[in-house]
């Protein structure tokens, strides 16, 4: 696990709502909460891309910037490069994360699925209905995660943030100081 965080290649932080194709061995990254990643590699392209999409399902006629926001868009448009390079659906390994439930549910949305469920559903019927396999995943909970994608390898290291405790109702002042909010503890696994 050291080996993938402790390297020379160069690294990539992929953000909300963006995706990347790398054609060369690097790292991309991500920090996730309800949204979700799929990662895609082909070792025989010697090709890895990764996808953070933030809400399930794209609206019609949103076009291709404003549609990487959304996981069955994101997943479609990276289904199409690789087909465009001549990957087949077998050849290539299909990894998701993320999906947490990271803020409480309020009691009016008891019983109703999460932004983070639906996420988790989309995703898993876009690749689905395109054909692919999920080779392996973590996804859900209520800890985000941080996901580090190995381009020239496949190896994903996805690492579970701690769990925070939070008050109804808090949520907004959570939000906004979140930019001053570290975490130190984490669970690392290597898929």
Same mark, same amino acid.
């Given at each position: 696990?050291?080996?993938?965080?402790?390297?020379?290649?160069?690294?990539?932080?992929?953000?909300?709502?963006?995706?990347?194709?790398?054609?060369?061995?690097?790292?991309?990254?991500?920090?996730?909460?309800?949204?979700?990643?799929?990662?895609?590699?082909?070792?025989?392209?010697?090709?890895?891309?990764?996808?953070? +999409?933030?809400?399930?399902?794209?609206?019609? *006629? @949103? /076009?291709?910037?404003?549609?990487? #926001?959304?996981?069955?868009?994101? &997943?479609?448009?990276?289904?199409?490069?690789?087909?465009?390079?001549?990957?087949?659906?077998?050849?290539?390994?299909?990894?998701?994360?993320?999906?947490?439930?990271?803020?409480?549910?309020?009691?009016?949305?008891?019983?109703?699925?999460?932004?983070?469920?639906?996420?988790?559903?989309?995703?898993?019927?876009?690749?689905?209905?395109?054909?692919?396999?999920?080779?392996?995943?973590?996804?859900?909970?209520?800890? +985000?995660?941080?996901?580090?994608?190995?381009? *020239? @390898? /496949?190896?994903?290291?996805?690492? #579970?943030?701690?769990?925070?405790? &939070?008050?109804?109702?808090?949520?907004?002042?959570?939000?906004?100081?979140?930019?001053?909010?570290?975490?130190?503890?984490?669970?690392?696994?290597?898929?």
């Amino acid at each position: 696990m050291p080996g993938l965080l402790k390297t020379d290649l160069p690294k990539l932080s992929i953000q909300p709502g963006q995706l990347y194709l790398a054609r060369r061995p690097m790292i991309l990254q991500t920090i996730l909460g309800s949204c979700v990643s799929a990662t895609f590699w082909s070792a025989r392209l010697g090709a890895g891309a990764l996808c953070h +999409g933030i809400l399930p399902r794209c609206p019609p *006629g @949103t /076009g291709p910037e404003e549609g990487r #926001r959304y996981v069955d868009f994101a &997943i479609r448009y990276l289904a199409q490069r690789f087909d465009a390079m001549g990957a087949s659906r077998q050849e290539l390994e299909i990894k998701l994360f993320g999906g947490a439930d990271v803020l409480p549910v309020s009691s009016s949305r008891v019983g109703r699925p999460t932004v983070g469920a639906q996420n988790c559903r989309v995703a898993q019927e876009t690749l689905e209905a395109l054909g692919f396999s999920v080779l392996a995943s973590d996804l859900g909970g209520t800890r +985000g995660r941080t996901i580090h994608f190995h381009t *020239g @390898t /496949g190896e994903v290291l996805a690492q #579970r943030l701690t769990r925070l405790c &939070i008050p109804p109702g808090t949520e907004s002042r959570l939000l906004q100081s979140a930019s001053t909010t570290e975490s130190t503890s984490t669970t690392k696994h290597r898929l």
